[in-house]
């Protein structure tokens, strides 16, 4: 399989650590202790292909690429991967449930987010020596690798990633009398070319929209913003909020002159994220911070994607998704050591991921056979080098849990122009220090 190496993006993920695991235990087990750190894998440089039977849980939202991905492996090979897919709002517990009994899976999958948290708990197997082993190490998404180290070791690989990008619509574009080539380069052009599609006053059509509600959907698409423009969101330690500096208040006002001009969908004000990209997919949003996985589901109008812009120029992206690592409980590691390492190949990143238009988690691999097909998805790719990987233990309650902190600071500087940024930003903090 040919690749394209003339163009080489070192892939860098972000998202950020933590979750209520520890909640999930204490219902599920009368045992809350946390488990002691789990030995580490056998150490192979491609593991054990016998014929074993594996299992492995991955939440919905990552079927697609799951299932293409184990049936490509039990194609090729004589261990056979049985996966369980599993609603997103119940991975969590279940996961939780299977820890405190002993029962969870030879591998998982875990969203970034509760990776560090999940680590700490002890649920996943030592991979360090594994994946030293491994050639292509150093063209590994750094980001899922540092989301998955604690104390030196690493836990984890990336299994599937998501990117955060700017999307427009051509077509709108031109109707307004913007340049259909050419992707806003500042938030301020951002906000300017929204205008210009709100004020085609065509019904049911809106400049942008976003997620007011749903603290996920505004680390992903807002941090790079900060990103772009310079700054980090928080501390090296994530334990204190930076979400207070000059640009990250202009970032908010952005957004509050959008929200007053009428120029964002009005049901971005209670979006709590299950339909917060629905608007832009059916061609009824100009422009918005959009997941990259969601390309192939733009076929309506021809669709233009950029990094996201800062304050004054510069693109970043927020590269999410999930990692995957052996879990404390199985007894078959140097077959899931098989997996993970066919798993990280060109085979399976190029053969079956790029194939499919997702994002590879190798940077030697970016510019690829199938991505040089379509500039858009070279475009991701090559943005993805200059992403971000906030790592924080508390992130979920500090960001993503309902009525966060920063949930509460985006509201009340968008909708309310409370002028309260640094009293909220204090509060980010007072959660991301909790011990």
């Known amino acids: 399989m040919r690749i394209f190496r003339n163009r080489r993006a070192r892939g860098v993920v972000g998202l950020v650590a933590a979750g209520a695991l520890a909640l999930g235990l204490a219902a599920c087990s009368g045992n809350t202790a946390a488990p002691s750190a789990s030995a580490p894998a056998s150490v192979s440089a491609s593991g054990t292909d016998d014929g074993a039977s594996l299992t492995l849980w991955t939440r919905a939202p990552l079927e697609k690429q799951a299932k293409l991905l184990v049936t490509a492996y039990n194609a090729s090979h004589k261990n056979q991967v049985q996966l369980t897919v599993v609603p997103n709002d119940d991975y969590v517990a279940k996961v939780g449930a299977a820890a405190g009994s002993n029962s969870l899976p030879d591998l998982f999958a875990a969203d970034i987010v509760y990776v560090p948290n999940w680590i700490k708990q002890g649920l996943f197997k030592d991979l360090t020596a594994n ?32 990117l955060s990008m700017l999307f427009w619509n051509k077509d709108l574009f031109k109707e307004a009398g913007l340049d259909p080539e050419k992707a806003p380069s500042t938030m301020a052009e951002y906000a300017a070319a929204a205008k210009k599609i709100q004020d085609l006053k065509k019904p049911g059509v809106y400049g942008t929209a976003t997620g007011l509600n749903c603290g996920g959907c505004l680390v992903f698409t807002w941090f790079p913003s ?3 423009s310079g700054d980090q969101p928080m501390n090296p330690d994530g334990t204190a909020s930076l979400l207070n500096g000059a640009n990250a208040k202009k970032i908010y006002d952005t957004w509050a002159d959008l929200w007053a001009s009428g120029a964002v969908l009005p049901s971005s004000k209670d979006e709590a994220g299950p339909t917060w990209t629905a608007g832009f997919t059916e061609g009824k949003v100009g422009l918005m ?12 109008f021809d669709v233009g994607v950029a990094g996201i812009p800062g304050v004054d120029g510069g693109a970043s992206t927020f590269v999410g998704g999930d990692g995957i690592g052996i879990s404390k409980d199985s007894q078959k590691s140097p077959q899931a050591v098989n997996f993970l390492t066919w798993m990280m190949s060109e085979d399976a990143q190029v053969g079956v991921l790029a194939k499919d238009n997702d994002a590879v988690s190798r940077g030697d691999l970016a510019n690829n056979e199938f991505s040089a097909k379509d500039p858009r998805v070279v475009t991701i790719n090559e943005v993805a080098a200059k992403g971000g990987t906030p790592v924080a233990l508390n992130f979920q309650q500090a960001y993503n849990a309902v009525g966060s902190p920063w949930v509460t600071m985006v509201r009340n500087q968008v909708l309310n122009k409370a002028n309260t940024v640094d009293k909220d930003n204090e509060q980010i903090t007072a959660v991301l220090a909790q011990q």
């Not at 690798?145 to 604690?150: E, I, K, R, V």
């Not at 911070?289 to 309506?300: D, E, G, I, R």
């Open 289 to 300: 911070f959009y997941p990259a996985t969601l390309l192939s589901s733009t076929t309506k």
């Open 226 to 228: 900060i990103w772009a």
């Open 131 to 162: 994946i030293d082993a491994m050639p292509f190490k150093d063209s590994i998404n750094k980001g899922h690798l540092a989301a998955g180290t604690s104390e030196g070791k690493e836990y984890v690989l990336p299994f599937v990633l998501d």
